[in-house]
């Protein structure tokens, strides 16, 4: 491995290196700057790999709860965290509902998680099934969401481009201050910056 270019970004310190590194290299990394002098070892963060989203979707489960009521987003949320599938996968947004059909009592449940490059953590998810109450649910891959508008400013779910009240773009990729057509050139400041690049 090598480093093409070290560059201090919103704190942080971005890294690009020459093949991707593996968790070896990385603590190799972090226990260069924890020696180095003068820097407090307490105030270095461990480091990680820049992340993307991955687009998923859930069919398989009811439109509506043993209640009557709709399930919503939070119902969604609360359930994966007590399914073992679903274990150590950050959303990226909130889960979107909508019926498979007018007339059908099934739902489709589209959500985005925080992913590595090589879209590992979406591979584990991927045609995997789980049972909820007496339904045998299935997660699958997506590339869109056709039931619910998503923005190409600043590529959230739920408001079309034109009701986007963002002050600037945002790159699909990785949601850096950028447009994707910027993203090789202007990336490296955004996977460094934890709070567009979120854990």
């Known amino acids: 491995m090598r480093s093409e270019f070290i560059r201090p970004c919103s704190g942080r310190i971005a890294i690009v290196t020459n093949i ?4 070896s290299d990385l603590s190799i990394i972090e226990k260069y700057f924890k020696s180095v002098e003068g820097i407090n070892s307490n105030d270095i963060p461990s480091p990680r ?3 993307s989203k991955s687009y998923l979707k859930i069919t398989g489960l009811s439109y509506l709860r043993a209640d009557g009521n709709k399930i919503t987003s939070e119902n969604v949320t609360d359930f994966m965290k007590h399914i073992d599938l679903f274990e150590n996968i950050p959303l990226a947004t909130k889960p979107h509902i909508i019926k498979a059909s007018p007339k059908s009592d099934m739902a489709i449940i589209w959500f985005d998680i925080w992913d590595t490059q090589n879209e590992s953590k979406a591979k584990l998810l991927i045609n995997h099934s789980f049972n909820l ?3 045998i649910a299935t997660v699958r891959a997506t590339n869109m969401n056709p039931g619910v508008p998503q923005c190409h400013n600043c590529w959230k779910w739920g408001h079309s481009t034109f009701s986007c009240r963002a002050h600037s773009s945002r790159c699909q990729k990785y949601s850096g ?3 994707l057509e910027h993203h090789r050139e202007l990336a490296w400041c955004c996977k460094a910056n934890p709070k567009l690049n979120p854990p």
Not at 20 to 23: E, G, R, S
């Open 133 to 135: 109450g007496r339904h």
């Open 49 to 51: 790999l820049p992340q």
């Open 20 to 23: 991707v590194p593996n968790p």
């Open 177 to 179: 201050p950028h447009k």
